[in-house]
């Protein structure tokens, strides 16, 4: 299993976040950790830019997107945009995207969200071959009309994960893709719904086993701390549940909210946490750390505890099987 942390602008002064994000990819790759992802927040930093960046200080680890939108932009100056990181990290980009939300979509950009998954196979028929060294990129289908040369070809082989939660996406992802990026599915969505579906579809196409991301706040505490921990991760986090895409999905699982899902406890706790997830079929944990505490000092103290834990168990889960 392969241990990654999430990194992103969270809140705070503009002029800051680039500097703490730095610091902490720095870290994570210092601590050995596998990859890190960059959520593509509707209302700050462009992800693809700051992994451009982070490359500059980094040497290893993997660094994706999770995810970015794809209605935001054409698929031709995404695929340029993905280029030049991939060249800028020489070769680390591992590409996420996904339709995304209705609220993001039609409510904040103004565009149409109909048929989201019709939409990303079209955006997928012109991204591939763009990504995968293609010269010209010709293609006709019912959202695009491309004809379009490229000057740009990958300097290492793109990694393209979508973001599916649904059936019809799920098979679109193990088809055209490799693998998918979760949010808000717990172990039993992820080896009931998630994992048959992509793994299947990819099968059917001929394609390697695919990637399982699955996105878990974790929180490492007292056993006397973890209900403090899960309505944290309420608070912080609990408005993803709004979305339709999520509410559905999780309807496939066991967990009622994102705290219900949040992997909090001493550092036992938490292994078998991530180990239950690996047993279900997930081959990546994108790591999202929840501190807890009264104030900023404390806030960072539980952070700063929580990612060096992960650190310490990162290679025994590395090492251990997927089911």
Same mark, same amino acid.
């Given at each position: 299993?392969r ?9 705070? &002064?503009?002029?800051r976040k680039?500097?703490r ?7 994570a790759?210092? %601590?050995g950790?596998?990859t ?6 509707p209302t700050?930093?462009d992800?693809?830019m700051?992994i451009?960046?982070?490359? /500059?200080r /980094?040497?290893?680890?993997e660094l994706? /997107?999770?995810?970015v939108?794809? @209605?935001a932009q054409?698929?031709? /100056? *995404?695929?340029r945009q ?8 020489a070769g680390?980009?591992?590409?996420? $995207?996904?339709?995304? @939300?209705?609220?993001?979509v039609?409510?904040m950009?103004?565009?149409?969200y &109909?048929?989201p998954?019709?939409y990303?196979?079209?955006?997928l028929d $012109?991204?591939?071959?763009?990504l ?5 990129v &010709?293609?006709?289908?019912s959202t695009?009309?491309?004809h379009?040369?490229l000057?740009?070809t990958p $300097?290492?082989?793109?990694?393209v994960m979508v ?6 996406m799920?098979?679109l992802?193990?088809e055209?893709?490799?693998?998918t990026?979760l949010?808000?599915?717990d172990?039993?969505a992820?080896s009931?719904?998630?994992a ?5 579809? %990819?099968?059917?196409?001929?394609r390697?086993t695919?990637?399982i $991301? ?13 209900d403090e921990?899960k309505a944290?991760t ?7 549940e709004?979305?339709?895409n999520?509410?559905? *999905?999780?309807? @496939?699982?066991n967990?009622d909210?994102?705290?219900d899902?949040c *992997?909090a406890?001493d550092e036992e706790?938490i %292994?078998?946490?991530?180990r239950?997830?690996?047993d279900a079929?997930a081959?990546d944990?994108s790591?999202r750390?929840?501190?807890i505490?009264? &104030? ?5 103290t539980s952070? @700063?505890?929580t990612?060096?834990m992960?650190?310490?168990i990162?290679?025994?889960?590395h ?5």
């Amino acid at each position: 299993m392969r241990i990654g942390v999430m990194i992103g602008p969270e809140r705070g &002064d503009t002029a800051r976040k680039v500097a703490r994000m730095l610091d902490d990819v720095e870290w994570a790759e210092s %601590a050995g950790l596998d990859t890190a992802w960059i959520p593509q927040v509707p209302t700050d930093f462009d992800a693809l830019m700051t992994i451009a960046l982070m490359g /500059t200080r /980094t040497s290893r680890i993997e660094l994706g /997107t999770a995810v970015v939108p794809l @209605h935001a932009q054409h698929p031709i /100056t *995404l695929a340029r945009q993905a280029l030049s990181a991939h060249a800028a990290t020489a070769g680390r980009l591992t590409l996420g $995207v996904g339709p995304s @939300h209705h609220l993001i979509v039609h409510d904040m950009l103004g565009l149409s969200y &109909d048929k989201p998954a019709a939409y990303t196979r079209d955006c997928l028929d $012109v991204l591939n071959p763009a990504l995968h060294g293609a010269r010209q990129v &010709d293609i006709h289908n019912s959202t695009f009309t491309v004809h379009h040369p490229l000057d740009l070809t990958p $300097v290492a082989p793109v990694s393209v994960m979508v973001s599916a939660l649904a059936p019809t996406m799920l098979r679109l992802a193990g088809e055209q893709a490799d693998g998918t990026i979760l949010w808000m599915a717990d172990e039993r969505a992820i080896s009931e719904h998630i994992a048959p579906r992509i793994t299947e579809a %990819a099968r059917d196409a001929g394609r390697r086993t695919p990637r399982i $991301v699955a996105g878990l706040p974790v929180c490492l505490c007292r056993p006397s701390e973890v209900d403090e921990a899960k309505a944290r991760t309420n608070r912080i986090l609990g408005r993803d549940e709004n979305f339709p895409n999520y509410r559905r *999905l999780l309807r @496939h699982g066991n967990s009622d909210t994102i705290g219900d899902m949040c *992997l909090a406890g001493d550092e036992e706790a938490i %292994a078998a946490g991530l180990r239950r997830y690996a047993d279900a079929g997930a081959t990546d944990i994108s790591v999202r750390l929840l501190p807890i505490g009264d &104030d900023r000092d404390s806030l960072i103290t539980s952070k @700063h505890r929580t990612r060096q834990m992960i650190a310490d168990i990162a290679d025994e889960l590395h090492g251990e099987p997927t089911s």
